[in-house]
């Protein structure tokens, strides 16, 4: 977010100032939640610029056309008109496939739809990857770290690139078929019950905490370690048992989420900017924002495949020779099989 990019239609910097989220700051770890909510309010703006676009709307709030057979027909024949409408949408923004697969992603010169382009690319896989925790979907939520790997090694994240891939070897090759379905499957706790209102494992044990650092405080000056010991390994009957309590009483149930505003203005006005700038929307102009003036499609463009599998395959002899076990695996006839599982593909 460059101060200098504030003055360029389009650009990340340039919403920032439009819509006054002054919380955003150019470091992302001094603010995470603030600065996802924006790149989010912002994606959602591109996406139903595009959803205009396809339906020939110039606003969110105008009247929308449908062909006969879809207003008067069966629930079915919507049902379809939508997912063929999402499907065209997921074409015109993103990139997935295309950089993953290593298919060529052909540039154009209009730098402003590329920005535009990338920009809905990774809000795609950041909203995939959210949504899988909303569902508790642990399979799809591996696929995103699948695609994850390239994008992380093709910018230089070492860290995150080695916890993508070490997720890699423990599913397919280092841990028991029971291990690995729980180190997939089990990243999420329902609470409350429902489609859809899944939290992650490591948020519900913030909740626990703060039940804990509440009975510390209650304990006043009979605080001792027996007693929080005591406290600690029945945290879990007691939060039930405070549940149960609330439930007779007929008092409501505290959400395990924060309380949010509406961002459908915020929204509104970012569908406006990119419509009315064709941001989506390849021109025969050579367009270019001052800050990127050469902005590339393919997010990937710096990333090499042979160079990543010449780095997994030197992250799996490592690992081998931290267990001990690739001379006496590599001493016989037989290769061990776990140099040759495509763990990224």
């Known amino acids: 977010y460059k101060q200098s ?8 910097g340039f919403f920032r100032c ?13 603010d995470v939640n603030a600065t996802l909510d924006f790149f989010l309010t912002v994606v959602k703006g591109h996406l139903l610029a595009v959803a205009c676009e396809i339906l020939g709307i110039t606003k969110l709030d105008s009247k929308v056309n449908l062909p ?17 409408l999402a ?5 015109r923004c993103t990139l997935i496939d295309k950089a993953i697969t290593g298919e060529v992603v052909t540039t154009t010169d209009d730098h402003k739809y590329n920005y535009a ?9 950041i909203m995939e990857y959210l949504d899988t925790w909303e569902h508790a979907d642990g399979k799809r939520s591996f696929r995103c770290w699948r695609l994850f790997l390239p994008h992380f090694h093709a910018s230089g994240r070492t860290k995150y690139s080695l916890q993508a891939l070490c997720l890699q070897f423990q599913v397919k ?10 180190i997939m499957w089990h990243r999420y706790v329902n609470t409350r019950g429902g489609l859809g209102r899944n939290i ?36 879990s009957t007691l939060q039930r048992l405070c549940a149960q309590f609330d439930k ?7 959400g395990g989420k924060h309380s949010t505003y509406s961002d459908a203005k915020d929204v509104s006005t970012v569908v406006s900017t990119v419509l009315s700038n064709n941001l989506l929307s390849v021109s025969d102009k050579k367009r270019q924002h001052t800050t990127f003036p050469k902005m590339n499609l393919n997010p990937l463009k710096s990333w090499s495949k042979i160079k990543c599998e010449q780095w997994i395959d030197k992250k799996k002899q490592d690992y081998l020779k931290f267990k001990g076990s690739l001379e006496e695996d590599s001493s016989g006839s037989d290769t061990p099989k776990f140099l040759h599982l495509p763990i990224w593909i």
């Open 5 to 12: 990019s504030a003055s360029d239609h389009g650009t990340l």
């Open 173 to 182: 090759c280092v841990l028991s078929p029971q291990l690995a379905h729980e």
């Open 87 to 91: 499907s065209q949408v997921v074409g």
């Open 200 to 235: 992650p494992c490591d948020l519900y044990n913030e909740h626990v905490n703060k039940l804990i650092k509440q009975i510390i405080v209650n304990m006043g000056p009979n605080l001792t370690k027996e007693a929080l010991q005591r406290s600690a390994r029945s945290v």
């Open 68 to 84: 006969p057979n879809v207003k008067h027909g069966q629930e079915s024949d919507k049902s379809q008109y939508i997912r063929n």
């Open 117 to 125: 382009r990338t920009l809905c690319h990774y809000g795609a896989l």
């Open 18 to 30: 439009k819509l006054n989220r002054t919380t955003v700051n150019v470091d992302v770890k001094k």
């Open 248 to 254: 007779t009483s007929d008092l409501p149930i505290e």
